[in-house]
């Protein structure tokens, strides 16, 4: 049986579990890997009063795999009268449950969950493998975006 949930706080440690694990599987890291304390405490601060959304979805009780978008409000322009706006993040589903739609449908609850909000864009970060479901799902490239980056 296949489920899907909006996160609360009392799912965190579901949270940070798919978030680290998505972290070393994206970025090929070992599976003994060890973040940071910056990574684990900002993630976990975040997830616990962020303005996001989080889904996540089982299969017969079992975590499958999460999907976030982050919202941030910028002053409100022509194109983008509300100033909200989403960006779609660690959209990762395990190995084992690829290819049964559970991507797909945590897009769509987090794309209905957007628009319910009033953002008027969304933005991702696409990887070459979920290229394919954002561009089914309406996404397009763009150009328009610049990015200054701090490294600390």
């Known amino acids: 049986m296949t489920e899907f949930k909006i996160a609360t706080v009392e799912d965190i440690d579901l949270l940070m579990e798919s978030r680290l694990e998505m972290l070393k599987v994206v970025n090929n890291l070992p599976e003994d890997h060890v973040f940071s304390d910056l990574i684990i405490e900002e993630s976990e601060e975040y997830f616990r009063g962020g303005d996001q959304t989080t889904v996540l979805a089982f299969v017969d009780g079992r975590l499958a795999g999460c999907a976030s978008i982050s919202y941030i409000r910028i002053m409100p322009t022509f194109s983008h009268p509300t100033g909200r706006r989403g960006h779609l993040m660690n959209v ?3 190995n084992e449950y690829r290819r049964q739609g559970l991507a797909r449908k945590m897009v769509e609850m987090l794309i209905e ?4 909000k ?3 864009e969304i933005s991702l970060d696409a990887t070459k493998l979920g290229r394919p479901l954002y561009e089914a799902l309406g996404f397009k490239d763009s ?3 610049m ?4 490294n600390i």
């Open 92 to 94: 990762y589903t395990r």
């Open 118 to 120: 009033g953002a008027t």
């Open 143 to 145: 150009t328009e975006c």
């Open 113 to 116: 969950d957007a628009w319910n």
């Open 147 to 150: 990015v200054l980056t701090r």
